[in-house]
């Protein structure tokens, strides 16, 4: 009987909780759109961070890096690199969100889409927001109330975001930093 009981209050929760998630994007969709066939080419790249890595990713973001593995899209078009994207999950206020964050050749985010949002719609921002990073790149200023507006109702979401980014940018710093030659003792 209690199993019963338990089961139809988990599954009463899990409808309640999916009619708020909502997913915009799958991740393939999102790399057709920011690197669109047949003039670019997407090669995803694993990474691992080694612990200095990660410490100093925490450092130039002041966020900590959730996993050592690093996933990432390296886009060429026409011949020239056009870009990079990363995925970022994490929590808002009790349920995920996931974006895909591009950034331009040179480092900087060119956009921000959400991929999925299980929170209620209303706390999330609207599409002109996430316009708001384009071009900023990692600094001080990437902050909500800096380079980044508040956003009434959906604060714990634009802070969320902002981490994220920053985040994002500084493992990009990071790995696309040319690699270091071995130290050699005489």
């Given at each position: 009987m209690f199993s019963k009981v338990l089961t139809l209050v988990l599954v009463g929760f899990m409808g309640e909780r999916s009619s708020e998630a909502k997913v915009f994007l799958s991740l393939s969709e999102a790399l057709a759109q920011a690197f669109p066939a047949p003039q670019c080419q997407v090669k995803t790249e694993n990474r691992?961070?080694?612990?200095?890595?990660?410490?100093q990713a925490q450092e130039l973001?002041?966020?900590r890096t959730p996993s050592a593995l690093v996933v990432r899209y390296l886009a060429t078009c026409g011949g020239k690199a056009a870009g990079r994207a990363y995925t970022d999950t994490h929590r808002v206020r009790t349920h995920p969100e996931s974006l895909f964050v591009v950034l331009d050749a040179s480092?900087?985010?060119?956009?921000?889409?959400?991929l999925s949002f299980?929170?209620?719609?209303?706390?999330m921002p609207r599409a002109e927001w996430y316009e708001t990073f384009n071009q900023v790149p990692l600094g001080n200023d990437l902050q909500v109330r800096?380079?980044?507006p508040f956003v009434t109702g959906a604060s714990l979401?634009?802070?969320?975001?902002?981490k994220a980014?920053?985040?994002?940018l500084a493992l990009d710093q990071i790995l696309s930093a040319p690699p270091q030659a071995p130290f050699k003792a005489k």
């Open positions: 691992y961070l080694t612990e200095a890595e990660a410490k973001s002041g966020e480092g900087r985010v060119r956009k921000i889409e959400v299980d929170e209620p719609l209303e706390y800096q380079k980044i979401t634009s802070q969320a975001t902002v980014a920053r985040r994002v």
